[in-house]
């Protein structure tokens, strides 16, 4: 990658963005198999949080496990986009805001711990900024175990992982919104978020596993910020097919290589046709027409009308909102 030239950096962020160890000192086990010491692992974390090549050490959560979420979209007059933005992104359950390239520019996941909580959301966005919200509430996952390799490598993701939501346990709500804003770069992180959450460590350690487990918590790691570390042509593709036709287009998208992410969601009568979603994250156009191209051939996707959306620029990333704001604080 033209943007980590650093071998070990490398490895850092191609070897651990998932199943990061849950034991007492994890940075270490880092540094074993990097043949460093613990330390500089940590401090080469902490330089790319700084830099905002990562967003954090930490979770993603199963959509829909334990909280609500939607993708949403405004259409924003262009001279008031940064407005509108801004206003967005103020709201704490909106955890991804970016501005693509369709008259529907600015599209968001809201996020919350229950569905009035993001109706909630969607309402205030509305009603402050005059504009219609096109709620795009997400019918099933195909790929959502989004991941890039540093050296360029074909990445195999792995299929959605079955999620256990009776393995939820009291107290787990405030652990899983720790995880998802990310763990401290410290060499005892499990036991600084035990002291946080006023719990015992080796308790906050098996509830991780169990969780990690159950698939609640759908990965557990480095988490990068794609457009900073050169993945910076990046499109949402979105796919107009009758329902039927996405049980089999779903599965054959999601595995043709670089398409990173992939799943089905409700259209909107009259006004946005698609079901069908996926993403291209690559390093140019070019790259990712070319993926594009190779999709739009398979024979699960024949005779599907598509729209593609190019990103142009980052307002917001962040982990979801889990429990309400108070709760967390």
């Known amino acids: 990658m033209q943007h980590i030239t650093d071998p070990i950096d490398r490895r850092l962020l191609d070897d651990f963005q998932r199943d990061f160890p849950i034991v007492e000192r994890p940075f270490q086990v880092l540094a074993n198999a990097l043949g460093l010491e613990e330390a500089e692992v940590l401090d080469r974390l902490a330089r790319m949080r700084k830099t905002g090549r990562i967003t954090r050490v930490g979770a993603t959560i199963a959509p829909g496990a334990v909280s609500a979420s939607t993708l949403a979209a405004v259409a924003a007059p262009e001279e008031r986009l940064e407005e509108v933005a801004a206003l967005i992104d103020a709201e704490p359950g909106v955890n991804h805001n970016y501005q693509r390239e369709d008259d529907w520019n600015l599209w968001f996941v809201a996020t919350g711990p229950d569905r009035a909580h993001v109706n909630d959301t969607l309402a205030r966005i509305s009603q402050r900024s005059g504009l219609r919200v096109l709620d795009l509430r997400l019918v099933r996952p195909f790929n959502i175990d989004l991941g890039f390799r540093m050296s360029g490598e074909t990445r195999n993701a792995p299929g959605p992982r079955k999620v256990d939501r009776s393995a939820m346990r009291e107290g787990d709500r405030p652990l899983l919104q720790a995880l998802s804003s990310g763990l401290s ?8 978020l035990a002291r946080t959450l006023n719990r015992d460590t080796e308790d906050v350690m098996d509830r991780v596993a169990a969780l990690h487990r159950a698939g609640i918590v759908s990965r557990l790691g480095v988490i990068v910020r794609h457009r900073a570390l050169g993945w910076s042509a990046n499109a949402m ?26 799943y089905e969601r409700n259209p909107v009568e009259d006004i946005w046709p698609y079901r069908l979603y996926s993403m291209i994250h690559a390093r140019s156009r070019p790259e990712a027409m070319e993926v594009l191209a190779g999709a739009a051939a398979l024979p699960e996707l024949f005779g599907a009308q598509r729209k593609v959306l190019f990103s142009t620029r980052c307002f917001k990333q962040t982990g979801a909102l889990i429990q309400p704001k108070e709760a967390a604080a």
């Open 185 to 192: 770069l410290v060499s005892d992180p499990y036991a600084a």
């Open 237 to 262: 593709v979105v796919w107009d097919m009758p329902a039927e036709q996405v049980s089999s287009a779903g599965p054959a998208l999601a595995a043709h290589p670089g398409v990173t992410l992939c």
